[in-house]
């Protein structure tokens, strides 16, 4: 508890309270919900008789990926949607036995914040960007206490702030949201969600928008608020770790509808439902060992095309083709402690991998003596910060640091790093799309940064890059096929060669080659990801750089698309490099892995060492943050505390002592900047790595 | 005029009902609020609005309607004709030879309250025979040698040489009485110093005029009213939509087109006005070719100009001479009458290049004018392209004689035809701006024989040679007069218009 | 913020002398001059030519200016050609109608497109939201100067409800005749703003109900109608003060269709006179005002921009 420790735990003016043990009287009981919405092209049940409940004390996750109507449910039984097209919202939404749907819509309002309280995804836009943060709290305690004086409510949002871990709360109080980091605007969420010592909390994705280390952090102050507020728990995630580290239960939804719901660890050890199964399968882990993913074929059901039968019919590999799948919608019953809504449940648990008969497929590391795609010495990117009359450099930002890589060819690097640690900027200086301050890249041994006119052009095409964000990374008026075949056009390839090698392209990355002719916006996000990755391929670069391939996709989808970039390369032998915040997909993907932090890498090594035995305390920290989707392992775990600091920042010594856990008074670490230094065959940036066990 | 107020209070009791914004209006229509600078004439109040700018120099005759108020000339004329009224000379003696007027001066005050006296007369002809100070009055005080005074209400003019009678008294009623230290444009561009009817009470420059009541004016009796407003407006249609909702009690200088909507609920009153004459530049290509402008001058429709631009009122004139002049003979309206084959076969003739181009002013009317002129032009074979001009640029370009042909006004020429020389463009000499070097010695002649003249049959003769060198020069072919016209309340009477087309605001009242 | 403000003041003196330069130029550039003007239809050579010595418009244009220049740098922005009053004077008479026309044309403005904007925000698909776009529709495609004409015919010729023609009564000392003299030029001004404002504050309304922060204050139970005026529009706002800004500067620039319709002693009517009177000085030190209310307008949006937003404030 050490991200909250600072504070007392409760505030002292608080009734102690028992906390009830469930099975009870449910806090929240959701029964037959449904919701649907007009669209353009007809009405679509984005929730599909939904029931469940929750126990005060308890917590349940549901867990679901894009569309599957987890949050849609709990938004519709709290009267906030506010969508224009809702066409129909029916069934019960019970709060201690109110149910809420029976409310007129102001006096429902009223419950909300009092008797139920919501946690939402992205904590920067959740807060009003124009109030002061305290006063945004206080209007969760005075919205449902007239009587309350403002000097009373300043008190106990104090008292609230402290609870929540915000350091400094009476300064802190009159700041506003963008002052805040999103770690404290979650914080600052949470104690607006608790004030009124709900006996409902529903968190909708609380940890998706922060970084690792954050997310940690709020994870523990979930638990502490379920624990202070004793109210039932409903969080809602796509992220199994998170299930299998918050969870009580779990409630998996697909398509609208609950496929399974079980105790959490019944749910990881013996799934019932084969979406449940596949989707564990598909994961990216790093506790076990690598192999190819067990990815779910196909796309998430639109749920504009709804069949007669089960939705996951087309999808999954035990039902398939048996005739019930395609015709009749299993219901949900109860099974093996749980329910499950599936004809065949009980096949599905075959689908896990197992760990000892798990083929080690992991390909050989290859050797590091391979010949350097790219080689990167001494990188520093430095960003002026101007303010002042004549736009005066007050402060520089020194995003990279003197950065040294290299890529061998048909390797992969991962890099890895918080948001602010500078790998986008390094990627983007690999293209040349920044000018570096200082330091050298050669690709295929020719000097980028000294390149220009058509040598620059030329190197570039050896250069390529996936970015996040497939919606906006292709251009909507050009055709998929025009938009992979963009790297050649540039390259002087004609038409008719192009239209060859992208048709050959689609149908490596698993596109209908057919299909080249349409618009990106026919395709879905996994889709267009591998157009974006065909055009990456298009001109037979030397190395792909992806930043955050993955990241934006769903959980079956995004297994699919790491399988296809390891098939890739395997077949060309190109080099990745891979740049993720996500670790599990890293190691899933790296050969190599770098650790970055403020601009520096702390630790590189071979992923298979640095993943078993971190050196660097941040490289451990990273690891230990990150929750495993596996619940007999829950960790007592040491997460880092505080934000990821500030670029702008002078620091002398080590950049990470602020943070670092293993005792940031030493004198080494404040006088001496440590330097890689190969230590138990990888190179590590800490005074005390052979301390880190 | 006093059921004035009564009058917006009923009709705001129909609006109320209608007006989205009655819960504004009750307050609002309550008349008469102090601090109200409304119009609606109060018995012995009126407020006019007028479209045109003031200035205060009576030797700038240009656009000062109002200058009869301030001042009081030497005599007047009785409206409509040429007879004589003592006005600031209480009488006058022409001297046997034509050479001199002796002048008696009536004992009156000027508005600061000294005596006018034969010394202020004697300033005021040195400033008129002063070329750089003396404005419109210069080139009607030509004949002038010298001003004497002989006593203190006596001054003795002297000539150059024998002067028609109706010259001396042109000059006479164009004649300002100033005191002699004020008498000059500098002292005079922004505030009167006249013995006139009405005093200056308040002048807002594009906004209001203020006239009050010279208690002390030498015709007892008058003015009848103890205030007139004059506001000011660059739009004649916010101009007319005053005078129909009662903001204003008359509207001066109207345009044509108002009359129709405005006749039958207030007087259209018509002042003689001026004229619109179409000229050609003879000092360049292709005017400079006489025959050629004797050819387009037949074709000029005057009717039809009339009729489709001054929807009727006007009467048309062949010369820049007024109808009423001594010199108007109207054969040549029949002679030189519109006549588009004579005009092809005139211009036949006159060969040379058939094609020029005709400035525009932002005139009202000025362009439908010209369009009929183009089109006429246009079925004998002259092609005029028309280039519209803005006000003041139109008037640069004119006075540098740059324009190939245009319309322009031209004054009256009240009882004597030899005025017809006022104006630039039609000056005895080479600064006239659309002959230059090439006016015609006959013209100079022709003006200098009117003003000369000195008996009838001198007189007859004078005027035949001017009207047929104006006409056989063709430079400036007449096309009508231009009526001023101001709309007043039906209420309103008294109202006059001098033959300069100045207000007369003496005798105005209300019923 | 001070050196902020003092870059501000700075850029502004540039802009100040470019506007004023760029103005004496356009001027200039226009044929004939007040002693054309002046000395009218029947003056002589010598006469105008005279005049202009008497105005000073014989000397170099760049003379001309730069005298202009050392008068206004010592406070004295010249003199009208055609009025005893100092230029000063002039617009100083000038000016408080003007912004007694904007300030109440603004006014109204807000009163009509606050409301509109809202309700069609919060209840796009209400029969009344539909209405009043057609409204802001309507309001949007009429030109100002047709309504004026419709008040005019109707609420003055017709029924003489109101004058037809405008003046300035200063409010304080006599409101009621203040209001009834300038009611329907403002009236006439304020159509056109209200429909833009409305629109914007619609638009940025209706995204700011899209944020998520207003799912967290609905969440913690807030009354809707504190939701939308504590959190929405305050939001909302900050677009529309941006328009507000530049609408109310275009009004204090005066409205010179409207000023010459109702014949209101406005500022743009005297712009407009002076122009074709090329009454140069009057034209300088109109425009010139004119700038500088724009730039003022300008700081103040940007100030209050970061009053309404700290994220600019505190940046």
Sequence with gaps: MRAAGSGRLRPATAEPHPVEEHPGEPALRISDLVVEFSTPAGTVRAVDHVTYQVARGETLA???????????????????????????????????????????????????????????????????????????????????????????????????????????????????????????????????????????????????????????????????????????????????????????????????????????????????????????????????????????????????????????????????????????????????????????????????????????????????????????????????????????????????????????????????????????????????????????????????????????????????????????????????????????????????????????????????????????????????????????????????????????????????????????????????????????????????????????????????????????????????????????????????????????????????????????????????????????????????????? | MTDLPGL??????????????????????????????????????????????????PYQTNSALHIHSFYSYLIDYAPGGYRTVPAGAEKWTIGSDFRSVTITLRAAKFHDGRAISAEDVVAGVKRALNPKDGFTLVQPSEFIEKATAVDKRTVRIDFHYAVAEGIVLDWMFSFPLVPADHNSGAALANKPAGSGPFRLVEYDPNRRLRLARNADYWDKGKPRLKEIEFRFFQDDQAMVSALQSGDVDGAMYLEFNDVAQLKDQFTVAQGSGRMDIFFMNGGMPPFDNVRLRQALARAIDREKIIKQVRFGIGDPVYAPIMPGSAGFDKSYLTSHAFDLDAAARLLKKAGGERRATAAVSSDPGASQMMQIIQDDFKKIGFELTLKPMEATAFLNDLFAGKLECCVANQPNTLQSPGLVARGRAMLPSQDNVMMKNRVPQSYIDAVHACNTATNAAAQRDAYARLNKVIVDGAWAVGISTKKSLAGLRRQISGYAVDQRDYLILDNLRTR | MSAYLLRRVGQFLVVLVLASIAVWAMVYALPGDAATVLAGPDASGPQIAATRARLGLDKPVVVQYLLWVKGAVTGHLGQSFYSADSVSHTLAERIPATVQLAVLGMLLALLIAIPIGTLIALRPRSLLARLLHGYLTAGLAIPSFWLALLLIITLAVRTHALPATGDYVNFWQHPVAALRWSILPAIAVAVHGSCIIARFLATSLSEVMQRDFIRTVRAKGVRESRVVIRHAMRNAALPTVTVVGIQLGSLLGGTVVIEALFNYPGLGRLLYTSIGQRDYAVVQGGVLFVVVVFLVLNLLVDLLYAYLDPRIRLA
């Design chain 1, 62 to 693: 549901v867990v679901g990926e894009t569309g599957s109507g987890k949050s849609v449910t709990v938004l519709a039984a709290l009267g906030l949607l506010s969508a224009g097209n809702v066409r129909r919202v029916s069934g019960r939404a019970e709060v201690a036995g109110q149910d809420l749907l029976a409310l007129p819509a102001r006096e429902r309002r009223t419950r909300l914040g009092a008797d139920v309280a919501m946690i939402f995804q992205d904590p920067m836009s959740a807060l009003d960007p124009v109030q002061r943060v305290g006063d945004q709290i206080a209007e969760a305690l005075r919205a449902h206490d007239r009587a309350l004086t403002a000097r009373t409510a300043r008190a106990r949002v104090l008292e609230l702030l402290t609870l929540v871990g915000v350091p400094q709360p009476a300064i802190r109080y009159d700041q506003y949201p963008h002052q805040f980091s999103g770690g404290m605007c979650q914080r600052v969420v949470i104690a607006m969600a608790i004030a009124n010592r709900p006996k409902v909390l529903i968190a909708d994705e609380p940890t998706t928008a922060l970084d690792v280390s954050v997310q940690a952090q709020i994870l523990e102050l979930l638990r502490l608020a379920a624990r202070e507020t004793g109210a039932a728990t409903v969080l809602i995630t796509h992220d199994l770790g998170v299930v299998a580290e918050m969870a009580d239960r779990a409630a998996v939804m697909y398509a609208g509808r609950i496929v399974e719901t079980a105790p959490v660890a019944r749910i990881f050890d013996r799934p019932q439902h084969p979406y449940t199964a596949s989707l564990l399968a598909s994961l990216p882990r790093l506790d076990q060992p690598q192999g190819r993913l067990r990815a779910i074929p196909g796309q998430p059901p639109d749920l504009r095309e709804r069949s007669a039968g089960c939705a996951f019919a087309p999808r999954c590999p035990i039902g398939g083709d048996r005739p019930e799948c395609r015709t009749e919608r299993p219901v949900l019953v109860a099974r093996d402690d749980g329910a499950v809504a599936c004809h065949h449940a009980g096949q599905a648990v075959t689908l896990l991998p197992q760990p000892d008969a798990r083929p080690s497929v992991a390909p050989p590391a290859r050797p590091d003596d391979a010949p350097a795609v790219v080689e990167v010495v001494g990188l520093a990117k430095v960003f002026p910060i101007r303010r002042g009359l004549l736009a005066r450099t007050v402060a520089t930002a020194r995003a990279v640091d003197g950065v040294d890589l290299r890529i061998g060819h048909g390797s992969t690097l991962g890099l890895v790093g918080e948001s602010g640690c500078g790998k986008s900027t390094l990627a983007r200086s690999l293209l040349r799309l920044l000018e570096p301050t200082a330091g050298s890249i050669r690709i295929d041994g020719a000097d980028l940064l000294r390149a220009n006119g058509r040598q620059l052009r030329r190197l570039r095409q050896r250069v390529q890059m996936v970015y996040q964000d497939p919606y906006s990374s292709l251009n909507p008026r050009l055709s998929v096929g025009d938009n992979a075949a963009e790297p050649l056009r540039l390259a002087g390839v004609p038409r008719t060669q192009r239209r060859r090698t992208v048709l050959e392209l689609f149908e490596k990355v698993g596109l209908r080659p057919e299909h080249a002719d349409r618009l990106p916006a026919e395709f879905s996000g996994g889709q267009r990801q591998r157009v974006a990755i065909a055009r990456a391929l298009a001109p037979s670069p030397a190395v792909v750089i992806f930043d955050e391939p993955v990241s934006a996709l769903d959980v079956s989808v995004q297994a699919q698309v790491l399988n296809l970039l390891r098939d890739l390369q395997d077949e060309t032998g190109v080099a990745y490099l891979f740049v993720s915040h996500d670790l599990s997909v890293v190691r899933q993907m790296a050969d190599t892995v770098a650790v970055m932090y403020l601009g520096a890498i702390v630790e590189t090594g071979a992923a298979s060492q640095l993943y078993r035995r971190p050196r660097h305390p941040y490289t451990r920290a990273l690891l230990d943050s990150i929750p495993v989707p596996d619940p007999s392992i829950r960790r007592q775990r040491v997460p880092l505390t505080g934000d990821p600091p500030d670029p702008t920042a002078a620091t002398t010594g080590c950049r990470f002592r602020s943070r670092c856990p293993l005792g940031r008074e030493r004198a080494a670490c404040a006088d001496r900047t440590p330097e890689l230094r190969q230590v138990d065959g990888r190179w590590t940036a800490c005074h005390f790595a052979e301390e880190v066990a």
């Design chain 2, 8 to 57: 917006s209070r009923r009709s705001l009791l129909v609006s109320a009902g209608v007006a989205g914004i009655a819960a504004a209006t009750p307050g609002l229509a309550g008349c008469g609020a102090s601090g109200d600078p409304a119009g609606g004439a109060h018995g012995d109040r009126l407020t006019l609005g007028t479209t045109q700018i003031m200035q205060f120099d």
